[in-house]
């Protein structure tokens, strides 16, 4: 195959597979669910023709999925699967296992709501409920950042420094079924890209000196909270390998990737903060905002976890008003997940937003650009009144 | 079990992620939770070892194929085998007894 990059045209789920493809895992072990299971689905065609060597592991539930990736992983395989919304949720007592026992599985989620009531559309409901999983959880805009996050996620989980779980997610249906333009690298640049799996020395001391090991044994008061703090750090240090990882991928690609994506936010007054497929949503408005004279901008989260404060300080300080855009609701009686981590970030800092958190788009619900304009709207007001009125305004609900 | 004395690692001296020696459980005598004890009684056992299978800690010791003795150290009182003896060989009785 040629080193010329490929254009085709893919759906989100075709771009996690044949990104999965191109990685070439060991295992995969997965429970179909929808918007996510195409991914696996299409994947488990390639293992059937022959055009990956990964073990294929149909399990009977995503518990069971990531409890074989678990076991793989620990025995220092290359582990992959996906999943979405109910699926992530039945993988919850795993998902910690995963972390603390640091095994670097990548896992593409399609974000879709939770039930009750059953819905299989997007919101961030599912992914924002496992921000406390010790997962590292990186969002995309569209089928290009779904496929390039992915490959970039293999090398973030299994660096040294890190060894944790990550999440790519897409948003269900808007980009999971969606078809898009993505460029494609060759299969040996991503082959290469990857690399084969580091090894872990602990794993491979005890199968050369052919001594049994314990993994994940009782921790109790004596050893759990060291464990755990062990965990924070890989967290913190994950932060540099990320940059790192994204600068060698934009030699790769010529795609640069950050915590954050400023746009527009010269000189801005006004400026949403928005993650997932609803960014290239705003960008439009901002743009046409722009326009029409109005200091408007927005900041696109990219990578939730680990939470990147200091970029975006550094990207809103000067901001007058912020919107947060909550694709979830932390139904505590104040305001959506994004919006306290937001406002924590600011705490300590002099120049700082005014902060209004919008909740969008649950269970799919449609955000049109006069959506984003009416946040916008609110937010302006507030700019040249001085004047906040509410934390928190549900967008798009039928009052 | 550990010792007081014993210096222990701190978060950064530890191998990462809970990995340890081999059977690891071996230090962890489960019989200090035993408030019941199942007693044998050899005059009725047939030597079946039900219990043996049956025994979720393998406190049971059998050599030969036959039934040894149970190992205090780790049995932890569950009365599983007592439940699967088919000869009621093994009887449960109250620690404080
Ligand atoms: S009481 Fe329970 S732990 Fe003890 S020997 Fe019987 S089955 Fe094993
Ligand atoms: S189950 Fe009863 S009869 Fe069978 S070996 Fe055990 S004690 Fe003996």
């Avoid at chain 1, 070439?24 to 059937?48: H, M």
């Avoid at chain 1, 678990?70 to 699967?81: D, F, L, N």
Wanted: hydrophobic letters at 40%; aromatic letters at 8%; one cysteine or more.
């Amino acid at each position: 195959m040629s080193q010329e990059e490929k254009k085709v045209a893919k759906t989100g789920n075709e771009a996690f597979a044949e990104a999965m493809r191109q990685i070439n895992p060991d295992v995969v072990a997965a429970y179909p669910i929808t918007p996510a299971t195409e991914i696996v689905q299409i994947f488990s065609q390639f293992v059937a023709d022959g055009m990956v060597k990964t073990e294929f592991v149909p399990a009977e539930s995503e518990h069971s999925a990531m409890s074989a990736c678990i076991g793989a992983s620990a025995c220092g395989a290359r582990a992959m699967t996906g999943t979405s919304a109910q699926g992530l949720a039945l993988m919850w007592e795993m998902l910690y296992i995963a972390a603390g026992l640091r095994l670097p599985i990548v896992m593409a989620v399609v974000n879709r709501a939770l039930s009750a009531p059953i819905n299989i559309h997007c919101d961030h409901s599912d992914t924002m409920g496992a921000r406390d999983s010790g997962w590292i959880q990186i969002f995309s805009e569209n089928v290009q950042e779904a496929y390039d996050n992915l490959i970039q996620a293999v090398r973030i989980a299994e660096h040294p420094d890190v060894c944790l779980p990550v999440m790519v997610t897409t948003d269900g249906f808007i980009l999971s079924h969606c078809l898009e333009t993505l460029a494609m690298l060759s299969d040996e640049q991503v082959s290469q890209f990857v690399g084969p799996v580091p090894n872990r020395t602990d794993l491979l001391s005890s199968l050369e000196k052919n001594q049994p090991i314990t993994i994940g044994a009782l921790d109790l008061q004596d050893y759990y909270f060291e464990h755990r703090r062990q965990v924070a750090e890989a967290m913190v240090k994950a932060k540099r390998v990320i940059a790192l990882i994204g600068d060698e991928f934009a030699k790769l690609s010529g795609r640069h990737y950050s915590f954050v994506e400023p746009y527009r936010l010269e000189e801005a007054e006004a400026a949403v903060v928005v993650m997932g497929s609803s960014t290239g949503t705003a960008k439009e408005v901002v743009d046409s905002l722009r326009a029409s004279g109005k200091k408007v901008g927005l900041l696109k989260i990219r990578v939730f976890r680990p939470f990147p404060e200091e970029e975006i300080v550094k990207a809103l300080g000067k901001v007058k008003v912020v919107g947060i855009m909550d694709r979830a609701d932390g139904l505590n009686a104040v305001s959506g997940p994004l919006y306290p981590e937001i406002a924590a970030a600011f705490y300590h800092h002099q120049s700082r937003p005014q902060l209004l958190d919008f909740i969008y788009g649950l269970g799919g619900r449609d955000v049109p650009p006069r959506d984003i304009e009416t946040i916008f709207s609110d937010l302006l007001e507030v700019t040249s009144s001085g004047k906040r009125n509410f934390t928190v305004k549900y967008i798009g609900v039928r009052e | 079990m550990k010792t007081a004395e014993e210096k222990k690692s701190t978060w950064k001296e530890l191998p990462e992620g809970d990995v340890l020696e081999g059977a690891s459980s071996l230090q962890f005598k489960t019989g200090n939770w035993r408030s019941i004890r199942p007693v044998h009684h050899p005059e009725k056992c047939i030597h079946c070892l039900l219990c043996w299978i049956a025994c979720p800690d393998s406190a049971i010791k059998v050599k030969d194929g036959r039934f040894q003795t149970i190992d205090y150290d780790y049995c932890k009182g569950c009365g599983i085998c007592s439940h699967e003896c088919p000869k009621k060989a093994i009887e449960m009785v109250p620690e404080k007894k």
